[in-house]
């Protein structure tokens, strides 16, 4: 039997701890768990026993976050930040070229897709990427019309630049505000 496992890039940067102010942007599905479990996550994901990293993008309107915290929605919009969500919390902890197979590799092969390779006469996909940029993240950047995060203000490292697929050429279009 094979078996696979993914864990959400919010899973392993926020703790049990981050909804003791009732914030609703941190109430997701999972809740968040302590700190050893965090590091069993990256030890997880470190050794290949966790296969893929993703964004658990699960964007809701303000109506169901700007409610009580045992009314609010479950879920956090995640696919902006998952890269440098998950670069920032595998810092000295996981290499970046196992983070990079889990967010995009391994997706792939769990799904039986094919894995682009580069290629002469092949038409090519590319991501362009600082792994090592330290910025901040504002909510009011997000292209999502949803804005339900709790990463406005935090800062990250690492970050897409640009996407080049399908023979265009486009820089990603969030802003990069860098951290002095």
Sequence with gaps: MHVTAEVAAHQLIFDDT??????????VKPPFRSKQDIVALME????????????DHSPEDEETKVVEFDFAAFGISGIETAFAVA???????V?????IESVTVSP???FGLPVPEIKVGEKAELTIFNPGLKWVFEASTMVSKSK?????????TGKPLAIYSNGIF???PTPVVQKN
């Design 44 to 55: 997880g994901i470190a050794d290949g026993t966790i296969d893929c990293i993703c964004s």
């Design 87 to 93: 670069t920032t919390a595998c810092q000295n902890r």
């Design 108 to 110: 792939r092969k769990v």
């Design 170 to 172: 486009q820089v990603c």
């Design 18 to 27: 981050t909804i003791l102010e009732f914030n609703t942007n941190f109430k």
């Design 95 to 99: 290499g970046i070229e196992r983070i």
């Design 148 to 156: 339900n995060t709790p990463f406005s203000g935090m800062e990250l």
